[in-house]
Protein backbone atom coordinates (compact mmCIF):
# COMPACT_ATOMS: atom_id res chain seq x y z
CA UNK A 1 0.00 0.00 0.00
CA UNK A 2 0.83 3.18 -1.00
CA UNK A 3 -0.01 6.80 1.11
CA UNK A 4 0.02 9.98 -0.33
CA UNK A 5 -1.35 13.27 1.19
CA UNK A 6 -2.78 15.32 -1.36
CA UNK A 7 -3.49 19.50 -0.67
CA UNK A 8 -7.27 20.54 -1.58
CA UNK A 9 -7.61 24.50 -0.54
CA UNK A 10 -11.01 25.04 -2.04
CA UNK A 11 -12.06 22.34 0.78
CA UNK A 12 -13.75 24.68 3.73
CA UNK A 13 -16.81 22.38 5.41
CA UNK A 14 -18.51 19.46 5.98
CA UNK A 15 -20.23 18.88 2.65
CA UNK A 16 -16.53 19.13 0.85
CA UNK A 17 -15.71 16.73 3.28
CA UNK A 18 -18.25 14.33 2.73
CA UNK A 19 -18.40 15.19 -1.08
CA UNK A 20 -14.00 14.32 -1.11
CA UNK A 21 -14.99 10.90 0.60
CA UNK A 22 -17.19 9.88 -1.66
CA UNK A 23 -15.57 10.74 -4.50
CA UNK A 24 -12.45 8.82 -3.92
CA UNK A 25 -13.60 5.49 -1.61
CA UNK A 26 -15.29 3.55 -4.76
CA UNK A 27 -12.07 4.06 -6.42
CA UNK A 28 -9.94 0.68 -7.32
CA UNK A 29 -7.42 0.00 -5.40
CA UNK A 30 -8.44 3.06 -2.68
CA UNK A 31 -8.17 1.77 1.21
CA UNK A 32 -9.01 4.81 3.36
CA UNK A 33 -9.35 8.36 2.84
CA UNK A 34 -9.15 10.82 5.41
CA UNK A 35 -9.88 14.79 5.47
CA UNK A 36 -8.16 16.99 7.60
CA UNK A 37 -10.07 20.27 6.95
CA UNK A 38 -7.74 23.28 9.00
CA UNK A 39 -5.04 21.64 7.49
CA UNK A 40 -7.02 21.00 3.75
CA UNK A 41 -5.41 18.27 3.25
CA UNK A 42 -6.40 14.96 2.27
CA UNK A 43 -4.72 11.49 3.08
CA UNK A 44 -5.34 8.53 0.85
CA UNK A 45 -4.05 4.97 1.31
CA UNK A 46 -4.45 3.49 -2.03
CA UNK A 47 -2.94 0.10 -3.81
CA UNK A 48 -0.28 1.79 -6.63
CA UNK A 49 -0.68 -1.29 -8.81
CA UNK A 50 -3.89 -0.38 -9.46
CA UNK A 51 -4.33 3.49 -8.90
CA UNK A 52 -2.25 6.47 -9.05
CA UNK A 53 -2.18 10.13 -7.54
CA UNK A 54 -2.88 11.34 -11.47
CA UNK A 55 -6.36 9.62 -11.10
CA UNK A 56 -6.89 10.37 -7.49
CA UNK A 57 -6.60 14.35 -8.42
CA UNK A 58 -8.08 14.13 -11.76
CA UNK A 59 -11.33 12.17 -9.76
CA UNK A 60 -11.20 15.56 -7.27
CA UNK A 61 -11.26 18.04 -9.97
CA UNK A 62 -13.96 16.34 -11.83
CA UNK A 63 -15.31 17.21 -8.49
CA UNK A 64 -14.35 20.87 -8.42
CA UNK A 65 -11.73 20.01 -5.29
CA UNK A 66 -8.65 20.67 -7.36
CA UNK A 67 -5.09 19.30 -6.05
CA UNK A 68 -2.71 22.04 -5.53
CA UNK A 69 0.23 19.75 -4.60
CA UNK A 70 1.47 15.72 -3.35
CA UNK A 71 3.18 14.81 -0.71
Do not use: N, W
Amino acid sequence: MTEATLTVPDMSCEHCQQTVISALTPAEGVEQVTVDLPSKTVKVVFDDQRVGVEQLSAILADEDYPVASVS
